[in-house]
């Protein structure tokens, strides 16, 4: 590709980058971006560096370049090899293209044992990540009070397009996130994955004091009128093909 070219591209893509973000806004509410990452450990001292990393330095280098929240979480329930979850939350989508950037700028977080890791002695063995967009119903991720609770993750994937979209909107103009609020489900966020792997998904979730209330809730809903009227409606027939379900507990450290 000429120069000439490249500098077209480029300027396309940024302008597109711009155009999504606008698209995001308008319903009148600004919505947030989630990047979930998975990181896939060798061992248990991988899941002490990686926790001692994000407490002392990730963490902190994380909010000072804007991103207020930072949730860390260990599997209860679930797919379980060493693997540590971390979601943040972006304001936009500006914040999730320049994150990498911004924090190698920041002396301590570059200079970290951990960003320096070795090929003998790796830090861990991969990470994965979703992007996500936040439903237009809930636009922001909702921090739950800092006490003793447990998350529950759900990924819905659709076999297609246009059955996602109708999922999504089944929890939207449907009200399915109504009569969750409603029936005591304590929703965190929901989000549209934009980039990631089981595509096309949405993925939410739900905070609870301990397994006990997750029990307890769920046949709530379940039982609802509204939910029994809501589910039949066969404008949302055949819309989720698979359900994930993953069961999470936070780290002493953790924002979310």
């Keep these: 590709m000429k120069r000439r070219e490249f500098l077209a591209a480029g300027i396309t893509g ?10 995001a ?20 001292a991988n899941t002490r560096v990686l926790g001692d990393f994000l407490r ?11 991103i207020e929240a930072v949730g860390v979480f260990n599997v209860m329930y679930g797919p379980n090899k060493p693997t540590l979850y971390v979601l943040l939350v972006h304001k936009s989508l500006e914040s999730v293209v ?29 990470m994965e990540s979703s992007l996500m967009v936040a ?7 909702e921090v739950p009070e800092k006490k003793s609770r447990i998350f529950e993750l759900r ?54 004091d301990d397994m006990a209330m997750r029990d307890k809730r769920w046949p709530i809903f379940g039982s609802s009128p509204e939910w029994k009227k809501l589910r039949v409606n066969p404008a949302y027939k055949d819309t989720v093909s698979n359900i994930t379900d993953i069961i999470l507990r936070p ?3 953790s924002q979310i």
């Design 56 to 66: 002392e330095v990730g963490i902190p280098a994380m909010n000072r370049i804007g």
């Design 155 to 208: 990924i819905y994937e659709s076999h297609g397009i246009k059955a996602a979209k109708k999922k999504i909107e089944m929890f939207n103009e449907g009200g399915e996130i109504a009569i969750f609020k409603k029936t005591g489900l304590q929703p965190v966020f929901f989000g549209e994955t934009l980039i990631g792997p089981q595509m096309p998904n949405l993925t939410y979730m739900l905070v609870f």
């Design 135 to 141: 439903f237009k119903d809930m636009p922001k991720l």
């Design 14 to 23: 940024a302008a597109g980058l711009s155009s999504l973000s606008v698209a």
């Design 251 to 253: 780290t002493r450290y």
């Design 98 to 126: 320049m994150t990498s950037e911004r924090l190698m700028a920041d002396s301590k977080y570059r200079n970290s044992d951990f960003v320096n890791s070795t090929l003998a002695e790796p830090a861990y063995a991969r």
């Design 25 to 44: 806004d308008k319903s009148g509410k600004k919505r947030e971006y989630f990047e979930l990452r998975r990181y896939h450990l060798l061992n248990r």
